[in-house]
């Protein structure tokens, strides 16, 4: 058990549906983090937020979607999703977005887009 | 780039034997992290070193820290089978208000039994 739950584990989806990805954590941490993960390549930050605030958008397409109702919630919203875009997302937190504040990661959410 | 690249991309070793990994990166750092990640699962944070320190132990792991050569290196001694993971380094920029954590593509280490 991580301390950060994401759902659903595992995601299929067609170019066409809206899907959207959750995240939880209970380890009364401010910051939440959403990275992407394909093969042969480094991690991508992708949004960040901190105390309920986005404070970092890294050029992510708008298919991608934030939102983050409180510190312990997070979810990507998705739509019309490209071939691309199957990878592996994950969601992370940290105590705050600061210098030596280590990550909490779950353990992802596998999307297939087809 | 930011981001840390390990060196090798994979290493196999035997159980029992010492894993060496090693990390490089090009800017200034206010700290150095190194996580490992469980196929199929998330990253797990394992060890952060202090730009201002030189080494850091936590059980059968030593991180080294060398800023003047703006690299750092993960020692495993002892390993285990349960070590087969991948793993990552992440210097940490302070960039502006915010600081800034980018990772590498990751170290693939296989223990065999």
């Known amino acids: 058990e991580t301390g950060v739950t994401q759902t659903p584990r595992h995601l299929v989806m067609g170019m066409t549906n809206k899907k959207s990805l959750k995240c939880e954590q209970h380890?009364?941490?401010?910051?939440m983090y959403w990275y992407k993960q394909s093969a042969k390549k480094p991690l991508e930050l992708m949004f960040v937020?901190?105390?309920?605030?986005?404070?970092e958008n890294n050029s992510v397409p708008s298919r991608f979607s934030p939102e983050c109702p409180n510190s312990s919630h997070l979810f990507l919203h998705l739509h019309t999703l490209q071939p691309e875009d199957s990878a592996l997302y994950l969601c992370?937190?940290?105590?705050?977005?600061?210098?030596?504040?280590?990550?909490?990661f779950g353990n992802g959410t596998r999307l297939t887009v087809t | 780039s930011q981001q840390g690249e390990e060196d090798p991309q994979a290493l196999s070793i035997q159980e029992g034997e010492n894993a060496t990994m090693n990390c490089s990166y090009k800017?200034?750092?206010?700290?150095l992290q190194w996580y490992r990640q469980n196929s199929g699962r998330g990253l797990v944070h394992l060890i952060l070193?202090?730009?201002?320190?030189r080494e850091k132990h936590s059980g059968r792991l030593r991180v080294t820290l060398d800023t003047s050569k703006k690299s750092s290196s993960l020692l495993i001694t002892a390993s285990r089978a349960a070590d087969t993971a991948s793993y990552f380094c992440?210097?940490?920029?302070?960039?502006?208000?915010?600081?800034?954590?980018?990772f590498g593509k990751g170290i693939t280490l296989s223990v065999r039994p």
């Open positions: 800017t200034s750092i206010n700290n």
């Open positions: 070193i202090r730009s201002n320190e």
């Open positions: 992440a210097p940490n920029t302070f960039t502006g208000a915010n600081s800034k954590l980018t």
């Open positions: 380890l009364g941490h401010n910051a």
């Open positions: 937020y901190n105390f309920k605030e986005q404070t």
């Open positions: 992370a937190s940290s105590l705050y977005r600061g210098n030596n504040s280590p990550l909490h």
